[in-house]
């Protein structure tokens, strides 16, 4: 079976990758002419009680200091052409480098996010296949109608129900936090035992849609004719179901995986918070609650860079899985 070669796969991710830069500088600009637009004073906050009581003077020399006293299209440049230079300047929220912000949350993010991810694939593969092998009976009811309710069920209530069950009913999981109370050290056991159960609702949440999709997908390959003649063939149930059906009807899901990226990262915030888990959920909402222009411009584009990995990422696997994808045409 032919596969895409190196050079239409790297042709694809040139053309992405071009692509990106007009987005992430109109997204960051975006940051800064919001956050202009926003009541909420950097100086005021930055200062808290003491600028109540501060001269004007004082306020004035500290928006110099802190570069918010010119127009956001000014501050916002400045941060681009730094930030191109690695230079991500400084949380006023904060009070760290920006850099070193994100350097401290960003690991125990991903850390969730890849724990939950696959999780929900993996529950939603396992599940999807097994009701539509028998579309219609009471495995395939059930799961569908787990599914239309956990669709409606924002992360932050799952993450409650959980705390809830796991850890104030059944003792079973710590309900929140990185590390056990009366200690700072995290070990290998801990952080299993920690990370559990915010992974568990991060999956649960994603699980719905990954579920769904499988299920549709394997169901209507069940029906082709080439799988139809595999089974007239006398080939073992099995081999049909994972040699046929299963790869042809998982297609769909690849491109799915691009698309909940966004979602991912929405609930993964949720999750954080509720669990107090030390990612980058806090310095988001310090950001946001103190017009952190430097830290809001740097979050928003790794999440939105996030975003564009994960579609670039459905795209390969979907042309590698499927030769029929011609890439250049992506």
Same mark, same amino acid.
């Given at each position: ?183 700072? $050290? @995290?070990?290998? %056991?801990?952080? +299993?035992?920690?990370?559990? &159960? /915010?992974? !568990?609702? *991060?999956?649960? =949440?994603?699980? #719905? ?29 099995? $081999? @049909?179901?994972? %040699?046929?059906? +299963?790869?042809?009807?998982? &297609? /769909?899901? !690849?491109? *799915?995986?691009? =698309?909940?990226? #966004? ?44 975003? !564009? ?22």
């Amino acid at each position: 079976m032919n596969r895409p070669g190196i050079r239409p796969v790297g042709r694809l991710v040139g053309r992405r990758l071009l692509a990106a830069v007009p987005v992430l500088a109109a997204v960051t600009f975006g940051v800064f002419a919001v956050a202009a637009a926003s009541p909420f004073d950097p100086v005021q906050q930055y200062a808290g009680s003491a600028g109540l009581t501060a001269s004007q003077e004082t306020l004035d020399q500290l928006r110099r200091n802190l570069h918010v006293d010119g127009p956001f299209w000014e501050r916002w440049w400045d941060w681009l052409t730094s930030a191109l230079t690695g230079d991500l300047g400084d949380s006023t929220a904060l009070r760290q480098p920006v850099a070193q912000v994100i350097g401290e949350r960003l690991g125990w993010s991903v850390l969730l996010c890849a724990a939950g991810f696959a999780l929900a694939v993996l529950a939603g593969t396992v599940l999807g296949v097994a009701a539509a092998r028998r579309k219609g009976g009471l495995l395939d009811r059930a799961v569908t109608s787990l599914s239309y309710t956990l669709e409606a069920a924002p992360p932050f209530w799952i993450g409650l129900l959980g705390i809830w069950l796991f850890a104030v009913q059944f003792h079973l999981l710590p309900a929140g936090g990185l590390t056990d109370s009366g200690t700072d $050290t @995290v070990t290998a %056991g801990g952080l +299993l035992r920690h990370l559990a &159960l /915010p992974a !568990l609702v *991060l999956g649960i =949440s994603q699980l #719905p849609w990954f579920l769904l999709y499988v299920r549709q997908g394997v169901g209507d390959a069940l029906e082709e004719d080439a799988v139809r003649g595999a089974r007239a063939r006398g080939l073992a149930e099995r $081999t @049909v179901l994972l %040699g046929h059906a +299963l790869r042809s009807g998982l &297609l /769909p899901v !690849l491109t *799915l995986i691009g =698309s909940r990226i #966004p979602e991912l990262i929405t609930g993964a915030l949720l999750v954080e918070t509720v669990f107090s888990w030390p990612g980058i959920a806090s310095a988001t909402v310090e950001a946001a609650t103190a017009t952190d222009f430097p830290l809001l411009a740097a979050l928003t584009t790794l999440a939105t860079v996030a975003v !564009l990995a994960g579609n670039l990422l459905a795209d390969l696997l979907y042309g590698l899985a499927d030769p029929r994808v011609a890439l250049e045409e992506m």
